[in-house]
């Protein structure tokens, strides 16, 4: 296998690949996948030739004979930039080229390990390696255009009877190299903690929204936009009318992680976190000197992540009243630090 680039530029000498050995390592995904749409939503071969431009962002999306990646094949993606997320969270080199297993991959991605699933495992790696993206936005503050393949190449191993040909056996491992675009975004912690519930939702637009939900509310408590826009971000390529009989659909159904969808006049959706709603007891709010603290507490730690998944305890305790908020929530997190 040849060497691959190590965190900081340089050949690795001391292994050519990462391993992702990471037990329930938290979901990311990167920054600017979540704002763009880069993948497909439909279900079947997508071969369209995929133009977008918002703001100052131009991004072409061109598939393969294989069809454009899907939101599902995203999948992958999230599992790698989860496990080395996590490495580099505990102060662990990584390298661009990362060796997973394919069961603890599906499993990961809430999906059956059965021989169909290992198929379609196989089929997502081809549509990722196939599309190929042309784009000037940013990751990990460089400016460029740049073309590149979601992934650089990748490799199945297998043992157990086959025909010599690749079929056959039981799926071992995956060796993948994600391209430098996405590495670098790994690199500059350009990325987002996901729901892992978000691998429960089974509707490619369900997905996609949710994505554009986690983005744009940040720490806000609520994010508004209009249909139009959440049309063109969505990359969905239903007509306006359909797309907004699907968010009404939504709407009643109220699948999404995290957040509540309402429509209000003037064609505009709102999304409001959940633990955000107004109750009889605000929730609490922390200072920026909270968050510098939690984050030399725990270095390299999601501290929006922290912050939620403290506010989740501050509700099952019955939203009691904090004299000093900032206290109870690094306390809270000096009490995780020795929890197993």
């Not at 030739?49 to 962002?57: A, E, Q």
């Not at 996590?86 to 394919?102: D, H, Y």
């Not at 740049?146 to 992934?151: C, D, M, P, S, V």
């Not at 199945?156 to 670098?184: C, F, H, K, Q």
């Amino acid at each position: 296998m040849p060497a691959t680039r190590g965190a900081h530029g340089d050949l690795g000498n001391q292994g050519d690949f990462f391993l992702c050995d990471v037990f329930d390592a938290l979901p990311k995904s990167d920054l600017a996948s979540m704002e763009h749409p880069l993948f497909s939503l439909s279900t079947r071969p997508d071969r369209r030739i995929l133009s977008y431009s918002h703001n100052d962002v131009d991004i072409q999306v061109v598939p393969s004979v294989k069809g454009l990646a899907t939101i599902f094949d995203k999948d992958i993606l999230i599992y790698c930039i989860s496990q080395l997320m996590a490495a580099i969270n505990r102060g662990r080199a990584t390298r661009r080229t990362v060796t997973l297993t394919a069961h603890d991959l599906l499993r990961a991605t809430n999906r059956e390990t059965s021989g169909d699933a290992y198929r379609r495992l196989k089929e997502a790696f081809e549509r990722l390696a196939g599309t190929r993206i042309t784009t000037n936005m940013q990751t990990g503050g460089v400016d460029a255009t740049t073309g590149f393949g979601l992934i650089e190449s990748w490799q199945i191993l297998r043992t157990g009877p086959g025909t010599g040909n690749g079929r056959g056996g039981r799926m071992l491992s995956v060796t993948v190299t994600l391209s430098e675009w996405l590495y670098r975004a790994v690199l500059s912690k350009s990325v987002l903690t996901l729901n892992r519930d978000y691998f429960s939702l089974r509707k490619p637009l369900e997905r996609r929204v949710y994505e554009l939900a986690r983005k744009h509310c940040g720490r806000q408590d609520s994010w508004r936009v209009s249909v139009e826009t959440l049309l063109k971000k969505s990359g969905s390529a239903s007509p306006r009318r359909v797309f907004r009989k699907m968010i009404r659909d939504m709407i009643k159904a109220q699948t999404l992680p995290d957040y509540d969808m309402q429509e209000e006049t003037g064609d505009i959706i709102r999304f409001d976190l959940k633990d955000a709603l107004i109750e009889a007891m605000p929730p609490p709010r922390l200072s920026e000197a909270a968050h510098m603290q939690a984050r030399d507490l725990m270095p390299g730690a999601d501290v929006y992540a922290l912050e939620a998944a403290w506010r989740a305890h501050w509700v099952a305790l019955g939203r009691v009243r904090l004299r000093n908020p900032d206290a109870a929530f690094i306390g809270w997190v000096r009490r995780s630090q020795n929890r197993p």
